[in-house]
């Protein structure tokens, strides 16, 4: 049974910092292209970061550059997502998905199907 399951979401104050995680089983996750995206309230689900098999190659989506980075450990079947700075305009529903074959930068733009979903974790900036 395949599942990507996503935690490390809640409430943090704007300039705060969160980290998610994202566990998957059920599939040989070396194989796979790993990617975070997100979708607000209202809003389209946009990409926000994506690593290749490896760990070696990470895109990141110019709103998060510089405050987010993403990390992967094949031992532990997980990826990370450390936010830092975060702002209100960060609030979403935050997705990881796994897709094969792909590169970085076309599963974070390319807005096409991925192998893989997992149900989200909620991030909350807010005073």
């Known amino acids: 049974q395949v599942q990507l399951v996503e935690s490390g979401g809640g409430l943090v104050q704007p300039g705060g910092s969160l980290r998610l995680s994202c566990a998957a089983s059920?599939?040989?996750?070396?194989?796979?292209?790993i990617g975070w995206f997100r979708q607000a309230p209202g809003k389209e689900r946009e990409g926000v970061s994506c690593?290749?098999?490896?760990?070696?190659?990470?895109y990141y989506a110019d709103f998060v550059k510089g405050r987010f980075t993403m990390s992967r450990d094949s031992g532990k079947n997980t990826v990370y997502l450390q936010m830092n700075s975060l702002k209100p305009e960060d609030t979403a529903v935050y997705y990881c998905?796994?897709?094969?074959?792909?590169?970085?930068?076309?599963?974070?733009?390319?807005?096409?199907?991925?192998?893989?979903w997992g149900k989200g974790t909620l991030v909350t900036v807010s005073s």
């Open positions: 998905a796994a897709d094969f074959p792909t590169t970085v930068q076309a599963m974070c733009t390319g807005g096409g199907g991925m192998d893989y």
């Open positions: 059920g599939f040989t996750f070396y194989n796979y292209v």
């Open positions: 690593i290749s098999r490896s760990g070696k190659t990470t």
